[in-house]
């Protein structure tokens, strides 16, 4: 059943708690989905949901409507994710892309994993890594706007995602090694 989001926009303005729950009923599992890349653990991406619904329900009577209420949503979510783990990102060393090996030739195909799988590995990287291979190979993000968003310059936030692929190309390996995947 389709939901005129234009009516649902206007009951939440109003604070109409029925209209609240058809949106996040809507919104909640894509956008929880958001929340796991960008946490460690369920619990952490519950909390982050949350806190982001409440951001979008004070703030949609400033939605204007240039963007489809997904992406404005959506947009809500990575920033209040981000805000959740911008204090953690320091907590984790910084790696130069220069000090990287790349393993030529060793690329395992992705398909070989169930998403499940390869959700756990980018929820296993270091927070800074994993938060910023979010936002360039998922949310498609440059590395401009990544380091303007984080306050890191662009070089961090090459190095950094140059960083996650190659611990992810390792954990792959490691994987194939112990378990036959690939």
Known sequence: ???DE???????VRGDRKAQEQLYRQFSSSMFAICLRYTKAQQEAEDVLQESFIKVFKQIKNYKGDAPLVFWI???VINTALNSQRGKLYLYPMVDVDDLKESQGQQQEVSDYTMNELMAMVQALPGSSQVIFNLYAIE???????AEMLGVSVGTSKSQYSRAKYLL?????ENKKNYGKG
Do not use: F, W
């Not at 234009?6 to 939440?12: A, E, M, R, Y």
């Open 169 to 173: 190309r390792e954990r792959m390996k």
């Open 6 to 12: 234009n009516k649902l926009i206007k009951g939440c």
């Open 140 to 146: 498609g993000y440059k590395h401009q706007e990544i």
């Open 74 to 76: 959506k947009r809500i």
């Open 1 to 3: 059943m389709a939901i």
